[in-house]
């Protein structure tokens, strides 16, 4: 995959995006249009309405089928990202309203409490699918290059470019400075352990600081390196792809199941 930006490129060895199949053939705009309809109706339908969640998640597990995404690369995204959104999640759990099913002290679950859990958890499930389907679908500098033939702001594209280009890179540095430590005989498990723990957490406060310091740096240096490249703040587009009649066919499957999910949103609650 070739991507174009700032006046040099970038060889990103990577097989996302080389498998076949309705899905994988469409245009990249096409792809992002289709995952934005379905997470604006993913996220817009008010608490409680399961079959509308019911419509789109059977949906979901076609497109998981047809886009050839491994089923245990997306549970482990899934998984990983689910984590940090857990406390969000369990805050809903503790909201007033409806009848009281348990409570301590100031705590207490409610069945309103229990519906806006449930609810936000499917939103969030549903968004983190489709979203994961995309990305483990698609190349990353396919994406932006996606992104700025949609007219999102040049200055965001560059931004994400320079974090997926340069983040392993920090990551690297991270490492190296933990081996460095760690042959000075530095161990992390000992920082809240014996008389040496001020020191311990003073050497783990200096790598942070030293870290913060190379990143600026080393950020530095690139910049001017993109700017004697003739850069100018803006990602050129090398070409936009043509949208052909299987495009058009996927933006009406995805604008039919978000209406027939709308019907029965429009329908009493389940």
């Avoid at 245009?27 to 817009?44: S, Y």
């Amino acid at each position: 995959m070739l991507f174009h930006i700032g006046g040099f490129h970038s060889h990103i060895d990577d097989d996302i995006g080389t498998k076949s199949g309705l899905w994988n053939n469409l245009a990249i705009q096409t792809k992002l249009v289709c995952t934005l309809i379905a997470v604006l109706a993913i996220a817009f339908t008010s608490n409680g309405h399961w079959g509308t969640w019911l419509v789109y998640g059977v949906a979901l597990i076609g497109l998981l089928r047809i886009s050839q995404v491994s089923l245990s690369k997306l549970i482990k995204r899934i998984a990983v990202e689910s984590a940090f959104l857990s406390t969000v999640l369990l805050g809903t759990l503790f909201r007033g309203g409806g009848e009281v099913l348990w409570a301590w002290g100031g705590l207490q679950i409610t069945t309103v409490g229990l519906m806006i859990l449930g609810s936000v958890s499917c939103k969030a499930f549903l968004s983190l699918f489709i979203l994961n389907i995309l990305t483990l679908s698609t190349s990353i500098p396919t994406l932006l290059h996606g992104l700025m033939i949609l007219r999102t702001p040049p200055l965001l594209v560059a931004i994400l470019a320079s974090m997926y280009r340069y983040i392993y890179i920090l990551v690297d540095e991270f490492a190296a400075m933990r081996r460095a430590a760690t042959s000075r005989n530095f161990s992390s498990r000992n920082v809240w352990q014996g008389k040496q723990r001020a020191w311990h957490r003073q050497v783990l406060g200096n790598m942070i600081g030293m870290l913060f310091i190379r990143t600026y740096d080393r950020g530095d240096r690139i910049y001017q390196a993109m700017l004697a490249r003739g850069y100018q703040g803006i990602p050129l587009v090398l070409e936009t792809p043509q949208i052909g009649q299987r495009d058009f066919v996927a933006l009406n499957l995805t604008l039919v199941v978000v209406l027939i999910g709308q019907a029965l949103y429009l329908q009493p609650k389940i």
